[in-house]
């Protein structure tokens, strides 16, 4: 028996199975240290991060990053063609089963009101936006012409009053305290009301791989299937009325896979836990499929000559995972982003350089460049030819977007 820090987030007890270290090398300050081990419950079968970070630790580090962030997924702001074609099927999707236009629906977590501006024009009359940032806020009223709020989760005042239905989508799996969110949920929807829940599909995430173990990161805590969230919400006083999976597009072109539910607010004492037998040999196989890219990463990375100093160029989830590896022990290192919210930064005392400073810091000493934002190899790659341009030298580049394609057949063939 492993003792977690953590009780399950969905059935509370204290008594689970260790499945997979995860290590980071985090900005320094960051709450969440050196990273967490992924365990399963030992009572409802849900998989989660045993983090000993805090509630409120995470919500300093989210209030921060909300300052910076262009939300890509959550409801989004459908401004591309993939974001609107996914935020019109949800839409359609609550349409179905929810004819009457004028029930009262929030969005919490409506980043810029790309769900409520599709619900809007199925005819969905009486919508509230609610979210951390400001800026999504005012586009939201701006975009969508509703009610909007500046709240976090934890602090929506009361005086908003009750919806017919609440939207969480890609909001849950970032949570520490899901009892503690059910509860604040259960006062902002009337009896009989609906929640709608959206998350990335746990049950799925070995068929894609975006990067290796890039669902273990610092932001996605819960591991979310159709049976764990009916066990979430059937504790907590909803009844199932349909579970499912999907696939998305992101932004980047890459599939993605989510699963959603809609649940009414209708207590059922008699309930019992449901055990969810697939979930832990699906997280299995994606942990031994990241693992192999991960390994054959760290191999391309070793044989670099010892003496060449190397450069990671996109310091997110990836390269925190990279830089506790012995790969880059005793490596002369240096670290590139584009991002404002990590230049500057450090990890490990070693400050994070600006991207656009790249040619002039090769000329002061020469490295090889390894590209650690996976999916975004193309565009790093045009970016560094860019910067390289008027300059006479280049650089090496070695990027490992090609080890995901054979890797995601694999793990397709497999099944
Ligand atoms: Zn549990």
Do not use: W
């Not at 709450?31 to 983090?51: E, H, L, R, W």
């Not at 693992?291 to 990671?312: C, N, P, R, S």
């Amino acid at each position: 028996m492993y003792k977690p820090y953590r009780a399950c987030p969905i059935c509370s007890i204290e008594d689970a199975t260790f499945v997979h270290e995860v290590k980071f090398a985090l900005f320094d300050k960051h709450p969440m240290k050196n990273g967490y081990n992924v365990i399963q419950c030992n009572g409802c079968s849900f998989v989660y991060a045993d983090t000993h970070v805090t509630q409120d630790e995470l919500d300093i580090y989210y209030k921060e990053l909300s300052k910076y962030e262009d939300k890509n997924i959550g409801t989004g702001g459908g401004f591309t063609p993939e974001d609107k074609d996914r935020l019109v099927k949800t839409a359609v999707f609550i349409e179905e089963h929810v004819p009457d236009k004028n029930i009262r629906i929030a969005d919490i977590g409506c980043a810029n009101g790309g769900l409520l501006k599709e619900l809007k024009h199925l005819g969905f009359q009486n919508l509230v936006g609610v979210d951390p940032s400001a800026s999504c806020v005012d586009i939201t009223i701006a975009e969508v012409g509703c009610e909007a709020y500046q709240y976090s989760i934890f602090n929506i005042d009361k005086n908003i009053g009750k919806f017919d239905l609440v939207i969480l989508s890609h909001v849950l799996e970032h949570i520490l305290d899901l009892p503690s969110i059910m509860d604040r949920l259960n006062e902002l929807v009337v009896d009989g009301g609906l929640i709608y829940v959206e998350c990335p599909d746990a049950e799925n995430y070995y068929k894609i791989i975006h990067a290796p173990f890039q669902e273990f990161n610092t932001e996605h805590i819960n591991h979310f299937t159709e049976i764990s969230f009916e066990n979430l919400a059937a504790l907590h006083g909803y009844n199932k009325i349909f579970t499912s999976n999907k696939t998305l597009k992101l932004p980047s072109g890459e599939d993605y896979h989510a699963v959603y539910g809609l649940f009414k607010k209708a207590p059922n004492p008699n309930y019992t836990l449901k055990k969810d037998d697939i979930i832990l040999e699906n997280i299995e196989v994606y942990i031994q499929e990241s693992d192999k890219i991960f390994k054959e990463i760290e191999q391309e990375i070793t044989d670099i000559d010892v003496i060449q100093q190397v450069a990671l160029y996109g310091i997110g989830q990836f390269a925190f995972k990279l830089l506790t590896s012995p790969a880059l022990y005793n490596r002369k290192l240096k670290l590139f982003d584009n991002n404002d919210i990590n230049i500057g930064k450090a990890i490990n005392g070693r400050l994070v350089l600006a991207a656009n400073t790249i040619a002039k810091e090769f000329l002061k000493e020469e490295f090889t460049i390894v590209i650690t934002s996976l999916i975004h190899e193309d565009g790093i790659r045009k970016q560094i030819q860019g910067a390289f341009k008027s300059s006479g030298k280049f650089p090496v580049i070695k990027g490992f977007k090609k080890l995901l394609t054979k890797e995601q057949s694999y793990a397709h063939s497999t099944f």
